[in-house]
C-alpha cells in the first residue's frame, strides 16, 4: 500500500518544512521537500494536506481506559477510538483496573484484549505493590514502558507507602519508575479536618486543599531521594505545582524526568466554580500561579513530556463534593486541539508540542521507530488544520462515558486525518473500527 501526503507543512524536530511525504505499507519511505521533484501518484492514496500541518503521531504516555474490570466506564476500544479522532497514535495504559496489572497473568490478558480491539498502538505499565518487586525480573522490558507506582491513594491494593519496598523497587529495575507523588498521610488528615468543619458535603473548591501542595512535595521529594540514592530512572506522573518544579530543578539529577498534563495545563482552581467535580483529579487542580509554572516549564525545560491522565469515569459518579465524586476526567480527544490552542496563545510554539507530545515521550521510554517523522519510521502521523472554528458537543464526544469538561468549548485547529501505521484510522470525522493498533516495542 503507498500513500503520497502531498502540499504539507511537516513539523518535525525542531522545524518545519514544506513537504510531501511517501508512504509504503506501514513505514515512512521518504521525506520529499517542495523544491524537489514530487513523486509520482500512479497506484497511490493521494491525501492533499494543502493548507494543513503534519506532525508526528501523539504519544500519550497516560491514560486509564478502565478495560478489563470497569468497562461500564470506558474500554480499550472506545477510548482508543476517541484517542485516534485527537490525534494520538500510542498509548501507555495505567495498572489500576479490575483485576490491577501486578502479575505477569494480568499484564498478558491486557495485551491480549488489545490486540483484538484497540485502535491504536498500545503498551501497559506494571504496577507495583509492596509486595511485588521480585516479578519486575519477569517482565520483558521490551514490551512495557515501565512500573507504575502509587506513592498516594489508589485504587486496589496499589499503595506503596512501604519505605523497604520502595527501596526495593527502585533498586530492582532498569525500566522507567513513573510515580504518583502524593503522601497519604497529609491527604487524610486534611479530608479529617474538612469532615469536622464542613460534614461530609465538602465543597469542592476544597480539593486543591484537600489534595494539597504539601502533599505533593513532601512525596516528591521523598521520590527524588530514592532516584538520586538508587540511580533509577523516576518518571513523576501529573505535576502540579511550582514548589515540585523549584525542587527538582535545583536538585538538576539527570535521571528524574517529569510529567505535566493537559487538564493541569488547562484548568486552575478559579474553574472549580464553573466546572465542579468535571475537573476534580487526583493530584488536584491547583491555583493559577502553579498553572503559571507549569506552562513556563513546558519552555524552560521543567517539563520533559505533556500526557493527558486521561480517566472516565460515568457522569453519575462526578456528582458530590470532595469527598464523594469520582476523581478522574476524560481528555484524549481534546490534548490536541487544547495544545494547538496554547501555541495560538504564545505558551509554547508547535515545534515544542511536537518535543514535549511526540519526540521525548518516544526518546524517554525508549520506543522504537515512532514519534518522529524519519525514513524507515513507522508512519505514525496526525494531519491538523488551524483556523477551522469547532465546538465540542456531546454528539462529538467519543469516550464510553459521553461527557467531556472541553463540552461548549470552540477550539480553532481541527484535527483532519491520523494515520496509524500508514493506516487512516481516523479521517474527516470517522473512525476506521476495523483497525487494530500494533504493540510497542522498546529498546532495551
Not at 88 to 106: K, R, S
Not at 209 to 220: D, F, G, N, V
Amino acid at each position: 500500500m503507498r500513500t503520497i501526503i502531498k502540499n504539507a507543512v511537516i513539523v518535525n524536530e525542531g522545524k518545519q518544512q514544506q513537504a510531501s511525504l511517501m508512504i509504503e505499507d506501514n513505514l515512512i519511505a521518504d521525506i520529499i521537500p517542495a523544491q524537489q521533484q514530487q513523486p509520482e501518484a500512479a497506484d497511490a492514496n493521494i491525501i492533499d494536506a494543502s493548507g494543513c500541518y503534519v506532525l508526528p503521531g501523539i504519544i500519550d504516555d497516560h491514560v486509564h481506559f478502565r478495560e478489563p474490570g470497569l468497562t461500564d466506564k470506558a474500554d480499550m476500544e472506545s477510548e482508543s477510538r476517541a484517542a485516534a479522532a485527537g490525534g494520538v497514535t500510542t498509548c501507555f495504559d495505567m495498572p489500576n483496573t479490575m483485576p490491577p496489572t501486578t502479575t505477569i497473568e494480568a499484564l498478558h490478558e491486557k495485551q491480549a484484549i488489545a490486540a483484538s480491539k484497540c485502535h491504536i498502538n498500545h503498551a501497559f505499565f506494571f504496577g507495583a505493590t509492596n509486595s511485588n518487586a521480585h516479578l519486575f525480573e519477569q517482565i520483558d522490558p521490551r514490551t512495557v514502558p515501565g512500573i507504575k507506582l502509587f506513592m498516594g491513594s489508589s485504587t486496589g491494593n496499589m499503595l506503596v507507602d512501604n519505605n523497604e519496598q520502595l527501596m526495593h523497587i527502585f533498586s530492582n529495575t532498569t525500566m522507567p519508575i513513573m510515580a504518583h507523588c502524593e503522601d497519604t498521610a497529609i491527604i487524610n488528615r486534611n479530608m479529617a479536618e474538612a469532615k469536622a468543619r464542613y460534614g461530609n458535603q465538602i465543597d469542592i473548591a476544597q480539593h486543591p486543599l484537600i489534595r494539597s501542595e504539601e502533599a505533593c512535595l513532601k512525596s516528591t521529594m521523598q521520590a527524588v531521594q530514592l532516584a538520586q540514592r538508587t540511580g533509577a530512572h523516576l518518571h513523576i506522573a501529573h505535576i502540579t505545582t511550582a514548589k515540585e518544579l523549584q525542587y527538582i530543578r535545583e536538585k538538576h539529577l539527570p535521571n528524574v524526568t517529569t510529567e505535566a498534563t493537559v487538564g493541569h495545563l488547562w484548568f486552575c482552581d478559579a474553574d472549580y466554580q464553573q466546572l465542579g467535580a468535571l475537573i476534580k483529579v487526583n493530584p488536584a487542580i491547583k491555583t493559577a500561579a502553579d498553572r503559571e509554572a507549569l506552562r513556563q516549564g513546558l519552555t524552560n525545560g521543567d517539563i520533559n513530556v505533556i500526557g493527558t491522565d486521561h480517566a472516565p469515569h460515568l457522569l453519575a459518579q462526578k456528582q458530590g463534593g470532595c469527598a464523594q465524586a469520582a476523581s478522574g476526567m476524560p481528555m484524549i480527544q481534546f490534548s490536541l486541539p487544547a495544545m494547538l490552542e496554547l501555541t495560538d496563545q504564545g505558551v509554547l510554539s508547535i515545534t515544542q508540542l511536537v518535543q514535549l507530545m511526540c519526540h521525548q515521550p518516544a526518546t524517554l521510554f525508549g520506543v522504537r521507530r515512532r514519534g518522529f517523522i524519519r525514513r524507515g519510521y513507522k508512519a505514525d502521523l496526525v494531519i491538523v488544520k488551524k483556523d477551522c472554528p469547532w465546538t465540542v458537543t456531546p454528539s462529538l464526544i467519543e469516550s464510553k462515558c459521553g461527557w467531556s469538561p472541553m463540552q461548549g468549548h470552540t477550539f480553532h485547529w481541527k484535527i483532519q486525518t491520523t494515520l496509524c501505521n500508514g493506516h487512516p484510522v481516523y479521517h474527516q470525522g470517522k473512525t476506521d473500527n476495523s483497525y487494530v493498533g500494533q504493540p510497542v516495542e522498546f529498546c532495551r
